[in-house]
């Protein structure tokens, strides 16, 4: 038990989070959310009922979103959209990481948490922009795409590195959640369920891409083997967000695809975009740390001031 925590404290002493795969990922977070206050109208985000007269939901903590203290009028809501966006392009620019981070992680909350009908990659960019400030706050770059001068400071790397280890815990649950739930149903397991989500008329594939392939999305061996495969690549994924060194980024190999075919057949582009950003910011420290800093910057003793 000691030498495993003292392997995770000497992990900690040296964490490095700030490669090119950390800033790709954190430009993506925010494109994601960036995509969905470009392209879906104010109508579409908060649908108006008796209950929620505005449409954006404000009950409890969600009161602190920034469409709710705000109030509900349509000048309230495109000074929001305005703000929101302006934040979410620099954030995505890379600039000044340590100052955008937190308003990054509060417009992101704030879209999830007061929209009508948030899919689950809301959820997941509340939680990963929210693990990202620790990592985020110790850094002094301009830009985040530039080689960092200097180690993280020594208080900040820890929490850096825990926030890192959550952010892998929290991958791990959502997609061992997906792959147990789709095990456990019979429709995926034998091929009724791709089938009835490509022909879905809400979440469906596009018109062009049943006609392309209709007959592929047909129950038979061909959707068979898409539902296992869809449940063994979650699987894979669950687990190798934990492996050591290049079997990692694994991970991502997998990711990318399987995201990238249900941005394409389902049109779930701000979901698919924050899944493989969550899973490259769990894999990127692996595959970049050696690349950031030279190892003699990486003075442990080194006073911080």
């Known amino acids: 038990m000691s030498a495993f925590l003292d392997r995770w404290v000497a992990s900690a002493a040296?964490?490095?989070?700030?490669?090119?795969?950390?800033?790709?990922?954190?430009?993506?977070?925010?494109?994601?959310?960036?995509?969905?206050?470009?392209?879906?109208?104010?109508?579409?985000?908060?649908?108006?009922?008796?209950?929620?007269?505005?449409?954006?939901?404000?009950?409890?903590?969600?009161?602190?979103?920034?469409?709710?203290?705000?109030?509900?009028s349509p000048r309230a809501q495109l000074a929001c959209r305005v703000v929101a966006i302006a934040?979410?392009?620099?954030?995505?620019?890379?600039?000044?990481?340590?100052?955008?981070?937190?308003?990054?992680?509060?417009?992101?909350?704030?879209?999830?948490?007061?929209?009508?009908?948030?899919?689950?990659?809301?959820?997941?960019?509340?939680?990963?922009?929210?693990?990202l400030v620790p990592m985020c706050l110790g850094d002094g770059r301009r830009w985040q795409w530039s080689t960092p001068g200097e180690p993280l400071p020594a208080r900040r790397r820890g929490s850096a590195y825990v926030a890192h280890l959550v952010i892998r815990a929290q991958l791990t649950v959502v997609?061992?959640?997906?792959?147990?739930?789709?095990?456990?149903?019979?429709?995926?397991?034998?091929?009724?369920?791709?089938?009835?989500?490509?022909?879905?008329?809400?979440?469906?594939?596009?018109?062009?891409?049943?006609?392309?392939?209709?007959?592929?999305?047909?129950?038979?061996a061909v959707t068979t083997a898409l539902g296992w495969g869809t449940i063994a690549a979650e699987l894979?994924?669950?687990?190798?967000?934990?492996?050591?060194?290049?079997?990692?980024?694994?991970?991502?190999?997998?990711?990318?695809p399987l995201h990238g075919a249900i941005m394409a057949t389902m049109g779930l582009v701000s979901f698919g975009a924050v899944m493989i950003a969550a899973v490259a910011l769990a894999v990127a420290p692996a595959g970049s740390r050696a690349r950031v800093l030279p190892a003699s910057a990486l003075d442990l003793h080194r006073p911080t001031g």
């Open 175 to 220: 997609y061992l959640d997906s792959a147990l739930a789709k095990a456990v149903v019979p429709e995926w397991r034998d091929g009724r369920a791709v089938a009835e989500v490509f022909h879905d008329p809400y979440y469906g594939a596009a018109a062009a891409w049943q006609r392309w392939a209709g007959s592929l999305a047909d129950p038979g």
């Open 87 to 131: 934040v979410l392009v620099v954030t995505a620019s890379g600039y000044r990481p340590r100052w955008t981070c937190v308003p990054h992680w509060y417009v992101t909350f704030s879209l999830g948490a007061a929209m009508t009908v948030a899919n689950g990659g809301e959820g997941v960019a509340r939680i990963v922009t929210l693990l």
């Open 236 to 256: 894979a994924v669950a687990v190798l967000v934990w492996a050591p060194g290049r079997w990692r980024v694994a991970a991502f190999a997998i990711a990318v």
């Open 14 to 72: 040296v964490f490095e989070p700030r490669g090119r795969g950390f800033a790709a990922a954190r430009t993506l977070l925010a494109l994601a959310e960036l995509s969905v206050l470009l392209f879906t109208s104010d109508d579409a985000l908060f649908l108006g009922t008796a209950q929620l007269p505005s449409g954006a939901r404000c009950a409890g903590f969600r009161a602190i979103s920034l469409w709710c203290w705000t109030g509900g």
